[in-house]
């Protein structure tokens, strides 16, 4: 039981991992290039104050133990949702601008050619 237990930690620590590494490709993605470094910077430091939170989470458990995971769960739901809101980007080149950026995910007008038979 103590094997399973701790091969299941090994394997969600690499998930956790994982995660980590594919949301900073995908958030340098979504940035333009005029305001990556910055961009980047914010969400990091947002990152990184959310994760100086968790230990009250742990003295959440202490209270009642059960409120943690209903707050990480809510979390995670939302984060999710907020992810599906995003647009995808495959195939397409990074913008260079803000306005490019905010043509990601519009279609292109395309102007319609009358054809005329005479």
Do not use: H
């Amino acid at each position: 039981m103590v094997y399973a237990r701790l091969a299941m930690m090994f394997i969600a620590r690499f998930c956790v991992v994982i995660t980590t590494a594919v949301m900073w490709v995908f958030t340098i993605e979504l940035l333009p290039t005029a305001v990556r470094g910055f961009g980047l910077s914010v969400c990091f430091f947002v990152g990184r104050s959310s994760a100086s939170l968790a230990p009250f989470l742990r003295d959440l458990a202490d209270i009642y133990n059960p409120a943690s995971f209903f707050v990480l769960a809510i979390l995670t739901a939302i984060g999710g949702l907020v992810v599906r809101l995003a647009l995808e980007t495959f195939g397409q080149p990074l913008p260079d601008s803000l306005p490019e950026a905010d043509q990601i995910g519009k279609k292109k007008k395309r102007k319609k050619k009358l054809a005329l038979s005479v």
